[in-house]
Structures are given as C-alpha cells and as structure tokens.
C-alpha cells in the first residue's frame, strides 16, 4: 500500500464502515466486499476535496456500483452530502437520522450515471422521487479550513520569535504553562533574549519546553571579572532590553566589583529604571 493509504488507514476503514448492496430477488440487504486495488486507484481524485474518510467511501461508492447503502456508529468518520434534500425527503431524513447508535447513508443511483451520497435510510423508490441536484464542492486547497490547534500553534511560534528580541511582548501569547515556566526562570536570572554577541562569552545557556513549537533558548549571564571589564569596554554599543537589564541587577548584587565597574552599572541600571518603572521581571517586582 502505498504511504498515504497505509496499514492504519486500511484497518480503520474496515473496522469502521459496513458496505450493502440489495438483493432484489430476495429484497434484503446484503454485506459488500470491498475491492481495495481499485479504491487505491480512485481515491487520489477524491482527496483533492474532501479528507480521508470521505474520500475513501467515495471511491468506494464510485468503484462499485452494486453500493447502494452505508453504515457507521456515529461519531466515529464524518461523511459530506453530495445534495440537500428538501420537502418531505428532509423531514423523513429529519426523523431517521436520531434513531440509535448507526448513522446510515443512502447511495442514489440515477439513470444518467450520476450517483448522489444522501444520509439516512432510504430505498431505491424513494430516492427515485427525490429532486437531486449535485453539490459542488471546492478544492481543499482554495478553502480556508484552519484547525484550532493551527491557529495556536502560529501564535506560540510568533511569541517565541519576539521573546528574542523582546521578552515582554513574547510573554503576552504563550500558552498559559509556558509562561508560567518562563517566569519562573527569569525570576532566577534567565532571559529568552539572545545576549549582545559581543558578552556571548559570559553566558549560560538552556531551554524551555514549547506547547507547538522547537524549545525555547534561555540564557544566564555569569558575572565574572571578565564581564565587567568587557562591559566597560562595550557600554556605548549596549541597546537597553529588560533581559540585560535584569542581569546587570543581579551581578551587581551577586559580585565584589570595584568602583569603577559599579559606575557603569549604576548608569546603566538608572536607564533601565526609567525605561521599564523597576518592573525587570525578579521575583515580587514582575
């Protein structure tokens, strides 16, 4: 079989759909074998329009045409109609479709070679009087079908690129744990802003798991001698974010630095006080 119409697609399919034909002579509904070779060959034309369990009985209906009826539990596939039926034949449809656990779809099979899928139990005299018109129906690929969970996961996806550049603004549309983690982490000292290349050396990395999207990189700046000179040396080139400012609050607290490099730090500290009102992020001032 080929890998879109594979093991567990086939077992599904035949676990959950019962085919029947009707034995006129002896006016009862008989099971149908189904010829899987030639549903292979035809689904690829349904597929275009409709998602797997609507195409495979499809090509089904349209491979063998002794199918005059299908069969599920409810719930378990979801078929389209090919009409909307009107008049009496939507009240009877009204009527047959709440009765047990089966949900039961009619093949109608008109003279010019058109075949109709009609859901509830109907037989051939009374399709036959039924007025049935073709629906037409665009191609997956022109209609706009997002999934809940698609829609969720471009949001996350965006939030992980501005928590980058911006730690504040990516927040904002995390999913509710995911925020909740990266929090706590940057409470601790972390930051999901990727450090100034030129203090790389200086900083920890690590992750943080992601509902839709890869890992989330944090990092943690190690306040060494090193960093301070090189913060000295480079404090004209720093852009203020609220993740370096977090860390330079932190380093001045958890350092023995000289006069010199605690200047700086006031100064730059001062900024990031303006900037973001005391609010970086650190402990009960988040």
Known sequence: MSKRFDEDNFKHWKDTFKFQSYDEENSEYKNVKIKMEDVMDRIDHYRKKYDEDDSFVRAVVDTQEDVVKIMFTKDLAHLTESTRLVGLAGVLQSIREGRGEMEIWSVARPADGNWFLVKGS??????????????????????????????????????????????????GSLPVRVKQKIREKMSQGWTTETPFSFFNDFYTESDVNSVF????????????????????????KVSLKRGFCRS???????????EDYRKIVDHILDKCDKRYEGKLGIYSKY
């Open 122 to 171: 109907f037989n051939k005299r009374e399709m036959s009087n039924m007025d049935l018109h073709k629906k037409e129906r665009k191609d997956k690929e022109t209609e706009n079908r997002e999934k809940p969970e698609d829609g969720l996961k471009k949001k996350e996806e965006t939030a992980v690129q501005r928590l980058k550049t911006d730690e504040v603004s990516g927040l």
């Open 213 to 236: 999207s890869d890992k989330i990189k944090i990092f943690k700046l190690k306040p060494t001698e090193e960093f301070f000179n090189s913060l000295k040396e480079n404090s004209a």
């Open 248 to 258: 330079i609050y932190l380093a001045k607290s958890d350092s023995d630095i000289n």
